[in-house]
């Protein structure tokens, strides 16, 4: 039985779980997706892929029937070009990870703690300080969160709001108990009743059909001018135009974004995150798609991963199955 491991990701998880997997499986790494198409025997063979990715222009892989995604979203497998009878199974292990990152952007941001920190380094400013009689910074306490999708990374989230004093509201696509602390869960199609409350909108749903483009002008009109939104989930979540405009206008008080509109690739590797310059903006907290990556979740992710491929070696049922072809 062999396994084929594409993609950086893939490889660096290939080489981190070898000591892990069954014997019986035979592993090939293409670290390079182009390689594939040079070579397409490596697909020919694999009743395995170990991918985030598979694209209609790769070549046949006729064996398959698993595809063990190295990543939770599973939108850049194109399901159309597996053969019949495939499972397509994610991997999870990021949910303390981000969660940690977005209590820390909501703390960063209601202490001014880049501001202030900022200042005091280069210019020795004591100005936000009693010292100097100055204006008070923020806290968390007390302020309502909202949080759009409840699912593992949500839940987290909100048993940290939680913790830290907060008020959290959730919205979900399908129908969540209010558990860890929640005190409502709105159906998605009730958003805009729960979004003018919230002091910060933390943004955790899965993209699809329903979520595409949710937070748009509209909705981010329904928002308070002080609200402060934080998107971990996907970039076409949040309208690109939109969110811009809102955040450059100060129409919402500011953002921690750490997915994004514009990714690089083999052409662009230092291409920007989007085509308006959020960087320019101060009201912004500007991360590479890295909320997730710790030491922490890797070693989890990976002994998910090395799991489920020795599950299916040993003929066992597979866990985190979202979809057959």
Same mark, same amino acid.
């Given at each position: 039985?062999?396994? =084929? $491991?594409?993609?950086?990701?893939?490889? @660096?998880?290939?080489?981190?779980?070898?000591?892990?997997?069954?014997?019986?499986?035979?592993?090939?790494?293409?670290? @390079?997706?182009?390689?594939?198409?040079?070579? #397409?025997?490596?697909? *020919?063979?694999? @009743?395995? !892929?170990?991918?985030? %990715?598979? %694209?209609?222009? &790769?070549?046949?892989? #006729?064996?398959?029937? !698993?595809?063990?995604?190295?990543?939770?979203? +599973?939108?850049? +497998? @194109? =399901?159309?070009? =597996?053969?019949?009878?495939?499972? +397509?199974?994610?991997?999870?292990?990021?949910?303390? *990870? +981000?969660?940690? &990152?977005?209590?820390?952007?909501? !703390?960063?941001?209601?202490?001014? $703690?880049?501001?202030?920190?900022?200042? $005091?380094?280069s210019r020795s400013s004591w100005r936000p300080s009693w010292v100097q009689s100055g204006a008070p910074h923020g806290e968390i306490l007390g302020h309502t969160v909202g949080i759009v999708g409840l699912g593992r990374v949500g839940r987290e989230v909100a048993r940290r709001a939680v913790a830290f004093g907060c008020r959290v509201l959730a919205a979900n696509r399908s129908e969540r108990p209010a558990e860890s602390g929640v005190e409502r869960v709105y159906p998605l199609t009730e958003l805009d009743d729960m979004l003018p409350a919230c002091d910060f909108v933390i943004l955790c749903t899965a993209l699809g059909p329903e979520t595409d483009g949710l937070i748009d002008a509209r909705r981010l009109a329904l928002m308070k001018p002080s609200a402060f939104l934080v998107n971990i989930a996907r970039g076409q979540i949040v309208d690109e135009d939109a969110v811009y405009a809102a955040l450059r206008d100060h129409q919402i008080g500011g953002a921690a974004l750490d997915v994004w509109w514009q990714y690089p690739d083999a052409a662009e590797p230092e291409r920007r995150p989007s085509r308006h310059p959020f960087h320019e903006l101060p009201n912004v907290i500007m991360t590479p798609h890295c909320s997730g990556w710790t030491g922490g979740m890797v070693a989890r992710r990976w002994a998910e991963v090395a799991g489920n491929i020795n599950r299916f070696v040993r003929g066992e049922p597979l866990i985190n199955i979202v979809t057959t072809t």
């Open positions: 039985m062999k396994a =084929l $491991f594409l993609g950086n990701v893939a490889a @660096d998880t290939a080489n981190g779980i070898a000591a892990q997997l069954s014997p019986e499986l035979r592993v090939e790494i293409l670290a @390079d997706p182009r390689q594939l198409i040079e070579r #397409p025997e490596a697909a *020919a063979d694999a @009743d395995i !892929l170990v991918t985030n %990715h598979w %694209h209609a222009e &790769y070549p046949p892989a #006729p064996k398959a029937k !698993l595809v063990q995604s190295v990543a939770t979203g +599973i939108e850049l +497998i @194109d =399901l159309a070009a =597996l053969p019949r009878g495939v499972a +397509i199974c994610n991997a999870f292990g990021h949910e303390t *990870a +981000i969660a940690e &990152y977005v209590l820390m952007t909501m !703390l960063v941001w209601s202490h001014r $703690f880049r501001e202030i920190a900022g200042d $005091f380094r």
